[in-house]
């Protein structure tokens, strides 16, 4: 069994760590090692613990799940030549990961928080010579899409990376709204994780205006809350969410 060496103990990294768990051997790199005992009885699976004091990368399998800030002060700390480093760092560019760890073949990778139920849309791109190694690592957390260029990563990062907030923000306003028209807090949580798990199969396989098409019928329920929605410019919110997003992630790789 492979293993794969995580350098970073945080909210990312766990949730890759439970994708992976049962198909490689896993060891994390940290600064506190009562954080890394702490992660290991959180993933509830033996793992290789380090510090990240001049730690050996040499011929590992690295993915790099620290603050985007923080690459210079960790890379300072690590020695030798990865086989294959994967960076999950949010706007950092290619070359400049490069420029601070060696690795035989460098990649990007935006991975999300499903990664721990195995569901995560992981998108990629970097060198071509690693790509199939990538993808076979991350197909093992979900489904993974390979892009030719940096900023198409970027735009997906605005999506699929920070997609799960904006829907959680959904989530919670339709629970909300269940409330404050008379249902059960209880009942109004069960009705929408009911409604997600459905939407979640059908929106792979139908066009979303097609979906929503076949919801609406004329003078219905639907078609007044969607007018509500349209109302209170609910679309234009979520364009701008992804283009500020996207903005983001331009000026920490600057």
Known sequence: MRTITLIGNGTMAMAIAQGLKEAYHLEVVGRDTEKLDTFEAQL?????????????????????CVKPANLQEVAKKLSGKAELLISVLAGVPLKAIKKAIKAKHTVRAMPNIAAQ????????TGDSKGREKATVLFNAIGRTLWLETEKEIDIATAVAGSGPAYLALVAEALNDGA???????????????????????????KDPAQLKNEVMSPGGTTAAGYAALETNSARAAFIAAVEAAYQRAEALGN
């Open 117 to 124: 139920k195995g569901k995560s849309l992981t998108t990629l």
């Open 179 to 205: 409330v404050k028209m008379g249902l059960s807090r209880e009942n109004a949580e069960a009705v929408t994780q009911g409604l997600f798990e459905g939407f979640g199969l059908l929106i792979g396989e």
């Open 44 to 64: 509830g699976k033996k793992i290789g613990k380090h510090s990240l004091n001049e730690f050996d990368i040499d011929g590992r399998y690295v993915i790099l």
